[in-house]
């Protein structure tokens, strides 16, 4: 049994140069190289579904918007991978609106579990 208490990781985030080296190896949590595509893979998990938030040409980029999307579901408790203030309002603490993380996350729950179209009004 593992008794170790639990301690919130460093939150800096170093960028690699040539990507990983290693298949689907990264630094930043929430991402993963994908070598067919060359492109840095974002996604979280949500009510037991894996979310996947998009491709990226960068890890930083992916990096950030899975930040993004982990605030706006876990709140200030989520673990980021850059500090929680590049995210958040100085004036009121309150968290910088993206509109991308928005829609990305508002088009995972409206799919049907069937993996069809959205769940918006049908067509017959």
Do not use: H
């Amino acid at each position: 049994m593992n008794l170790l208490p639990a301690v919130r990781p460093d939150s800096s985030f170093s960028i690699g140069s040539s990507g990983p080296q290693m298949p689907g190896a990264c630094s930043a949590g929430g991402v993963c190289f994908d070598w067919t595509t060359g492109r840095w893979q974002a996604g979280i998990a949500v009510l037991g579904r894996s979310v996947s938030l998009g491709a990226f040409a960068t890890e930083e980029s992916a990096a950030r918007q899975y930040d993004k999307c982990a605030l706006r579901i876990r709140g200030f408790q989520a673990w980021l991978n850059f500090p929680l203030g590049d995210y958040v309002e100085e004036a009121d603490g309150s968290l910088v609106l993206d509109l991308r993380a928005e829609v990305t996350l508002l088009e995972a729950f409206l799919c049907r579990s069937d993996g069809g179209a959205g769940a918006g009004p049908s067509s017959s």
